[in-house]
C-alpha cells in the first residue's frame, strides 16, 4: 500500500499524521492549501485532509482513520466491524465530530481574524459556542468517568479525535475543566504525536 497524506500543519490532518505514525507505516506528507488544486483534483470540497491509498483518495478524517485502522488492526487502535466495541468506537468519533467540535470550528470560521467564511456572513457567537461545547464537554467527561482512554486501558483511535478537538478549544481559549486538560496533555504527550508534528512542519 502506498499512502500519500495531503495535508497542512495545523489542521485536521495532524490526526491522520499522528494515526499513521502510532501504527508505525510509511507515507508521504504533502503540504497543501485548502482549494488548491491538487486538493480540488481529489476531493470537490477541496478541504485536507485527503489520503492518496495507492492514488485512490480518500476524503474526511475519521473516515480515513478508521480505514486505516481496519487495514493495519495489529495495534488495536479500533475494533473488528460489527462488534459492540467496534460501535462505542463509531459513536465516539460521531459524537466527536457533530457535538464536540462542531462549535469549536464554528467559531473559528466566524472569528475575524480567519477567512473560512466571507465577512459578511460573520456573526458573534460566541455565548452559543461556549454553552454547546461545555455541554459536549460534560457528556465527554461523564462518558470518559474514570477510564485513561475512551475506549477504558488502551489507547484508540478515538483518543487522537478527543485530544486534538480539546487542543483545538484551548487555543480558542474555551473553558476547559481540569479533568478534560489533564486527558489531553496525557495523549498529546505521546512520541508519535510529536513525530507527525515534525513530518508536518518539514522536519
Ligand atoms: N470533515 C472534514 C473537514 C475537513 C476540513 O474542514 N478541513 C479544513 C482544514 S482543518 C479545511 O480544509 N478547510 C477549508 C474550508 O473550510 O474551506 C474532515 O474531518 O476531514
Redesign the pocket.
Known amino acids: 500500500m502506498k499512502y500519500r497524506l495531503y495535508g497542512?500543519a495545523g489542521?485536521?490532518?495532524i490526526r491522520v499524521s499522528w494515526l499513521l505514525e502510532e501504527l508505525e507505516l510509511e507515507y508521504e506528507f504533502i503540504s497543501l492549501l485548502?482549494?488548491s488544486k491538487e486538493i480540488l483534483a481529489v476531493n470537490p470540497?477541496?478541504?485536507?485532509?485527503t489520503l492518496l491509498v495507492d492514488n485512490h483518495p480518500i476524503?474526511?478524517?475519521?473516515a480515513i482513520c478508521l480505514y486505516l485502522c481496519d487495514k493495519h488492526p495489529q495495534k488495536g487502535l479500533s475494533a473488528p466491524c460489527a462488534t459492540i466495541e467496534r460501535a462505542e468506537i463509531d459513536s465516539w468519533l460521531y459524537f466527536a465530530?457533530s457535538e464536540l467540535e462542531a462549535p469549536v470550528w464554528a467559531y473559528r470560521k466566524h472569528k475575524k481574524t480567519t477567512q473560512?467564511i466571507p465577512d459578511n456572513l460573520k456573526i458573534n457567537i460566541k455565548d452559543w459556542v461556549e454553552f454547546e461545547f461545555s455541554r459536549s464537554v460534560e457528556t465527554l467527561l461523564t462518558r470518559l468517568g474514570s477510564r485513561d482512554y475512551a475506549m477504558g486501558d488502551n489507547f484508540s483511535v478515538v483518543d487522537i479525535f478527543l485530544a486534538q478537538i480539546g487542543q483545538w478549544a484551548r487555543h480558542e481559549r474555551l473553558a476547559i475543566p481540569e479533568k478534560y486538560r489533564r486527558y489531553i496533555d496525557r495523549i498529546w504527550a505521546r512520541p508519535a504525536l510529536a513525530r507527525a508534528r515534525q513530518k508536518e512542519k518539514g522536519q
Open positions: 497542512l489542521t485536521r490532518s485548502p482549494h470540497s477541496g478541504k485536507i485532509p476524503s474526511d478524517s475519521a465530530q473560512l
